[in-house]
């Protein structure tokens, strides 16, 4: 029962979790099949849905991500209104912190006037970074809880909180960050401008535009593409991973506080790389060549 | 990897946060930061300026401290010059006043002196006088031989 037991914890902090857990799951051995490893992580992995076909709507991930999303733009704001120009509070003074970070990297790296890129930057950078924090939450407490309250059983309680393994979610970011590569291309340097720049390099002679363009919608395509991809592999990756760890059984409390450890580094670092991506294309899309 | 209307939903939520950032978040947070930084950039530049300030009051009180002594100095040294040109005065004043105090002496001494011989003289010529009739045993004209006793008391 080690082997596939249900594992609330995915830290040490939730010791206490595990042992009722166990419990839990020896309750409901006697009604449920016993899961393998296989089946305990698809099941983990398999979003709770609303809908049919391409109008499914993972309830999940838009829950989490805009209660996430709230969440940032509740506290900013409300460090907003009170923002005094004299001693800051402490929460300012965090708030602040990470302001200037992102400021400090749109100045950076933009140099033109553009008062949508830096507010665009803090909530790309904020809201990934709680988002990919959901990783932390241990794999099983959610779905625990879940079944604490509503009496299910949790072989039939599907809740993924990480928004940023769904790659619903970061297509639809790397998607708004490809308009706005678009759009900008378009406004600075006219569509005559932006077409030419598609096609009258690398190469300068006239016979290879025809390559030269499909070089460059191939770069221009692949920027949307890196940008969502990278985000969701290194999140699902870890959640994976986070997941496999659970099957582990007892040993798995160790494990599990290094690799949560290891995410220290991979969640902020994934939402920097998203927000300094973002910066770097958008200035692209700025400069006139 | 099902992509379905999440992302739709996604990117609508993706729109509106970014807008309400732009909008309600990022100016005024940005604002306070950067009012503040004036506030400290005019501080900074204050006590810089006041700094300055009171070197050079350090200065220039330093130089008013040297020319105060420079000038207590010399009055000093008028004060001494004019002390000794004060006591040689006196001394020349003393020194007049001595002479003419010995002289004026020496005048009296030589007039009282003068007035004893003169009555030496005529005491010598009553004497000589008195002798005379004494000699002579008979009174004698004072008034005719007035000559020759004359003569006499200019000979004394």
Redesign the interface.
């Known amino acids: 029962m080690f082997n596939n037991g249900y594992a609330v914890i995915n830290t040490l902090f939730f010791e206490t979790l595990i042992f009722l857990n166990f419990n839990h799951w020896e309750h409901n051995m006697s009604s449920a099949a016993e899961l393998t490893s296989q089946e305990y992580i698809t099941h983990h992995l398999t979003n709770l849905t609303v809908g049919e076909g391409f109008w499914t709507f993972n309830v999940d991930t838009l829950g989490w991500s805009v209660f996430l999303g709230l969440l940032f733009l509740t506290i900013f704001r409300s460090v907003a209104k009170k923002a005094t120009t004299g001693v800051p509070g402490k929460l300012q003074c965090a708030v602040e912190m990470i302001v200037e970070f992102v400021d400090d990297s749109v100045k950076g790296t933009f140099h033109g006037k553009n008062d949508l890129i830096a507010p665009l930057a803090l909530t790309v950078f904020v809201w990934i970074l709680l988002m990919n924090m959901m990783d932390w939450v241990p794999v099983d407490i959610l779905p625990w809880i879940i079944s604490l309250v509503s009496g299910i059983e949790m072989s039939h309680i599907y809740m993924k909180p990480v928004p940023t393994t769904d790659p619903n979610l970061t297509f639809a970011l790397a998607g708004g960050v490809f308009f706005l590569i678009i759009y900008y291309s378009i406004k600075v340097k006219g569509i005559g401008g932006f077409i030419k720049e598609l096609t009258t390099q690398p190469f300068g002679h006239w016979s290879l535009y025809p390559v030269n363009f499909i070089l460059e919608v191939v770069t221009l395509l692949a920027r949307p593409l890196a940008l969502s991809l990278r985000l969701f592999g290194n999140l699902y990756a870890g959640e994976l991973i986070f997941l496999l760890i659970a099957t582990l059984g007892l040993y798995q409390l160790p494990v599990h506080f290094i690799w949560a450890a290891f995410h220290l580094l991979v969640i902020p670092l994934q939402a920097f790389i998203f927000m300094m991506l973002t910066i770097v294309y958008l200035s692209l899309a700025h400069e006139d060549h | ?11 609508f ?3 509106v ?2 807008i ?3 909008k ?10 950067e ?2 930084q004036a ?1 400290i950039a005019d501080g900074l530049a204050a006590s810089d300026r006041a700094a300055k300030d009171l070197e050079l009051a350090q200065e220039k009180a330093t130089a008013q401290l040297k020319e105060a002594k420079a000038q207590a100095a010399s009055i000093i040294d008028a004060a001494k010059k004019r002390e000794s040109q004060i006591v040689e005065e006196a001394a020349g004043k003393a020194e007049a006043e001595k002479t003419k105090i010995l002289a004026a002496g020496h005048a009296e001494i030589e007039t009282e002196r003068n007035q004893a011989k003169e009555e030496l003289r005529q005491q010598v010529a009553v004497l000589a006088l008195a002798g005379a009739e004494k000699i002579l045993e008979r009174s004698i004209d004072a008034a005719a031989h007035s000559d020759i006793l004359d003569k006499l008391v200019a000979e004394l």
């Open positions: 990897m099902n992509i379905n209307a999440t992302l739709i939903g996604e990117l939520a993706f729109v946060f970014v309400f950032c732009m309600f978040v990022w100016p005024p947070i940005m604002g306070a930061i009012a503040r506030t």
